[in-house]
């Protein structure tokens, strides 16, 4: 078992539609959590990072962490063609240990 | 600064081939990772070091070898490569504050094994 687990997609959603990115991870004892995004052919860049319960806003963006179910998601309001991308969700545990999900593509069509 | 800075950005090998990816933060951090990331398979954690003068595997060390030679640099060694290990392999640092931390990452080295 894989320590993050991610739906692959592809996910497609409207222009100014929600779209909602998904995540689950093992068990083990976990610190904190994090999305990123990356742009074909580059580096991840990191968008927001949660590590507590309950919900987390940055603009457009919001994080929601629930422990007990061992889940992260991500929602993004108001989508927009340039936030077409592949989103990783990221975990950090015990030991400075850091697991990537396999990510999930996003287009957004204009 | 530089922040994390990975060389070569692309290499070419042939099977049986050898190589060592440099990287290297000028960041003060104490953590490095090594990353490889392939089609639909997201980041997956080759190696890892906490500090200076340890390290340890992470999903997929197999065919891999790891130096961090000094808290600035942290190697990647291919002893024998294969074309299994054709990648794109990612350098990240974090720092030592705590473990709310993200990590940096370097701009990637495209590897091709043929």
């Known amino acids: 078992q894989k320590e993050v687990e991610q739906n692959s997609g592809p996910l497609s959603v409207p222009e100014g539609a929600i779209a909602s990115l998904n995540c689950t991870y093992s068990?083990?004892?976990?610190?904190?959590f994090f999305w990123y995004r990356q742009y074909s052919g580059k580096s991840p860049e990191l968008i927001m990072s949660?590590?507590?319960?309950g919900d987390k806003e940055d603009g457009r963006f919001t994080a929601q962490l629930n422990k007990a179910s061992q889940y992260v998601s991500l929602l993004i309001r108001d989508s927009q063609p340039s936030d077409s991308a592949t989103y990783l969700c990221?975990?950090?545990?015990?030991?400075?240990?850091?697991?990537f999900g396999t990510g999930t593509s996003l287009t957004v069509i204009p | 600064n530089a922040g994390v800075t990975q060389t070569p950005k692309f290499q070419v090998l042939k099977t049986g081939q050898s190589m060592t990816l440099q990287c290297a933060q000028d960041?003060?951090?104490?953590?490095m990772y090594w990353y490889r990331q392939d089609p639909g398979m997201g980041l997956r954690l080759i190696y890892y070091?906490?500090?200076?003068?340890?390290?340890d595997k992470g999903e997929v060390p197999n065919g891999y070898n790891v130096s961090r030679l000094n808290k600035r640099e942290f190697s990647l060694r291919l002893e024998s490569a294969a074309p299994s290990q054709t990648s794109v392999y990612f350098c990240?640092?974090?720092?030592?504050?705590?473990?709310?931390?993200?990590?940096?990452f370097g701009s990637g080295t495209q590897l091709s094994v043929l």
């Open positions: 990221a975990v950090s545990f015990t030991g400075n240990q850091f697991y």
């Open positions: 068990d083990r004892v976990s610190q904190s």
């Open positions: 949660i590590y507590s319960n």
């Open positions: 990240a640092s974090r720092p030592p504050e705590g473990w709310y931390e993200k990590l940096f």
């Open positions: 070091s906490a500090s200076e003068g340890t390290t």
């Open positions: 960041m003060n951090h104490n953590s």
